[in-house]
């Protein structure tokens, strides 16, 4: 099977690429920033120059291939007009050529933001209500792949991610230097999920031509706070403050206009202050009973440790800091 993987230089994107080496698939990488592409320097795998907003480009990248697995996009909590450019515009344009090109299966990662805040368990039946724009986005994203997918006869599966965690992610980024500000009480219900575990089920859906839409987790959703309080169990240099929601709003909003003449992504604006405080607490066994597969990390009391563990192997940057060639 050969697979492009979008997004490729990216948190995500990096462990699936990385993932699909040791599966023996030599996967090609849609890179944006050349720059970057120095970080796949440690697998075998086919690079290829391309971007969401250029059509040549992804006719290149997806020329010959079985499956995508697209992961790239502007993955920050900012306006609709904003997002909608690479999230939706371009996903529309990559699947178009995928289809164009013949390829039978594509896999998306969407995220757990197409819904509201809940105090009950996601599932396959939940109904998507956004209410971030973000969400929004993806949602609108799910819906024109869906509309491609079924008019090409394309196997597509639509995975809405949660917190995806792990040592490139940028919490960890943070972490590592010792200190954290975050937007609330941090009680709220959230499910998370090892990258690690994330790439195994992207993978997975790839492999086995999965169609439909699942939202997904590992075995047990905690709090925000019992996330941090084992993080300072395995690092007790940690330490976090945190901020009221409603004075983290305000501050966002403050900072809006100046986020705006600097135009680069960022994750300090108000969607991520209510993002970060809703409920989002996914039934356990959702995809991975389809899949017959069972996570490598079942919960964070396993994955914070690993993730900690790799974070002594590298120094990381994160993509939304990484401002050369922005």
Request: proline content about 6%; hydrophobic content about 45%.
């Amino acid at each position: 099977m050969r697979v492009l993987v979008t997004g490729a230089t990216g948190f995500i994107g990096y462990a699936v690429a990385r993932l699909l080496a040791e599966h023996g698939i030599r996967p090609r990488l849609l890179v944006r920033r050349p720059e970057r592409g120095l970080l796949l320097r440690g697998f075998d795998a086919e690079p290829v120059f391309g971007d969401l907003e250029s059509a040549a480009g992804l006719e290149r990248a997806v020329a010959g291939m079985d499956a995508v697995i697209h992961l790239a996009a502007r993955a920050t909590f900012e306006e609709y007009r904003l997002l909608k450019p690479s999230i939706v515009d371009g996903s529309e344009a990559l699947i178009a050529a995928a289809a164009r090109a013949g390829v039978r299966r594509f896999v998306y990662g969407s995220s757990l933001f197409v819904y509201d805040g809940q105090s009950e368990p996601i599932d396959e039946t939940t109904g998507p209500r956004p209410r971030l724009a973000y969400g929004r986005a993806k949602l609108e994203a799910e819906r024109r792949l869906s509309e491609i997918a079924g008019s090409a006869g394309m196997q597509l599966a639509l995975l809405r991610l949660p917190h995806v965690y792990g040592a490139r992610d940028l919490f960890f980024s943070k972490i590592s230097r010792g200190r954290l500000i975050v937007p609330g009480r941090g009680d709220n219900l959230f499910s998370h999920l090892h990258v690690r575990d994330c790439a195994r089920l992207l993978v997975a859906a790839a492999e086995r031509g999965l169609h439909g839409c699942w939202p997904v987790g590992d075995r047990r959703a905690t709090p925000w706070h019992e996330f941090f309080a084992i993080v300072r169990d395995h690092y007790p240099r940690f330490r976090y403050l945190r901020l009221p929601a409603a004075v983290a709003l305000a501050g966002a909003r403050v900072l809006r206009p100046f986020q705006l003449i600097r135009a680069r992504p960022t994750i300090l604006t108000t969607g991520s202050v209510v993002g970060w405080n809703l409920n989002l607490n996914v039934r356990p066994d959702v995809l991975w009973s389809d899949l017959d597969l069972e996570p490598e990390y079942p919960t964070i009391e396993e994955g914070i440790p690993a993730a900690l563990d790799e974070c002594v192997a590298f120094r990381w940057l994160h993509p939304v800091e990484d401002r050369r060639g922005a």
